[in-house]
């Protein structure tokens, strides 16, 4: 079965801190992605990867940035933590593949405070 | 983001019985996955779909891939108090290596 792990299942920063998000799939997929996901707002796409070093904005990167230096690891990056970030965030891989199927990690709840 | 209708947002059943849920989209999808996600934890895979038409089961689940391609069903039979969470499903359209998700279906069952 394919494991995607998040180091960490919770997290409590505070405003202004830099925070790290790790993610490691065990499977060789190409794909990689961070989501978060807020009540009532469903699951959000910050970014995503398709292969090392390569990345692309989804629909809400702004405050965040990643880093896939190696196939199997993709870091979601808090520049300047803020109250507004404090939410589930979730990493996914897939296959390079289109129609392959999404696996999703634990999940890590970070509060801002 | 889009966001896929999925319906109905809330259902209570009583154990044993059967459910269904589904989602719709405006749009054609090559790819329909269907998850189960339980409070604090990350979504688990349940069903993916990748025919229109296709009917494919886990145990007691069947999902179904839409004719039109714009919309996918999810079935559970004989209900158990562990089928509580949220379900939710998501579809990838063609020559994209995005998913798109429904906004979730949650589930309780009552003994």
């Known amino acids: 079965d394919v494991k995607v792990t998040q180091s960490s299942r919770y997290l409590v920063k505070r405003t202004g801190e830099k925070v790290f998000l790790e993610c490691v799939q065990d499977m060789d997929h190409e794909n990689m992605f961070w989501y978060r996901q807020d009540p009532g707002l469903g699951l959000r796409l910050i970014y995503f990867?398709?292969?090392?070093?390569?990345?692309e904005k989804g629909d809400i990167p702004e405050g965040y940035s990643v880093s896939r230096e190696k196939k199997e690891r993709f870091s979601l990056i808090l520049e300047s933590a803020s109250t507004n970030q404090t939410s589930m965030y979730l990493c996914?891989?897939?296959?390079?593949?289109?129609?392959?199927?999404?696996?999703f990690g634990s999940g890590t709840q970070l509060s801002v405070l | 983001g889009q966001q896929l209708n999925q319906s109905p947002q809330s259902m209570f059943i009583q154990e044993g019985e059967d459910v269904s849920m589904n989602c719709t989209s405006s749009?054609?999808?090559?790819?329909w996955l269907w998850y189960k996600q339980d409070p604090g934890e990350g979504p688990v895979l349940l069903i993916a779909l990748y025919k229109a038409g296709e009917l494919t089961s886990n145990g007691r689940l069947t999902a179904q891939f839409g004719i039109t391609r714009k919309d996918s069903f999810l079935n559970i039979s004989a209900s158990i108090p562990s089928d509580v969470g949220i379900y939710f499903c998501?579809?990838?359209?063609?020559?994209?290596?995005?998913?798109?998700f429904g906004t979730g279906t949650r589930l309780k069952v009552l003994a």
């Open positions: 990867s398709y292969d090392v070093k390569m990345k």
């Open positions: 998501a579809g990838q359209g063609p020559g994209t290596y995005k998913y798109i």
């Open positions: 996914a891989s897939s296959p390079g593949t289109p129609n392959e199927k999404l696996f």
């Open positions: 749009s054609i999808f090559n790819t």
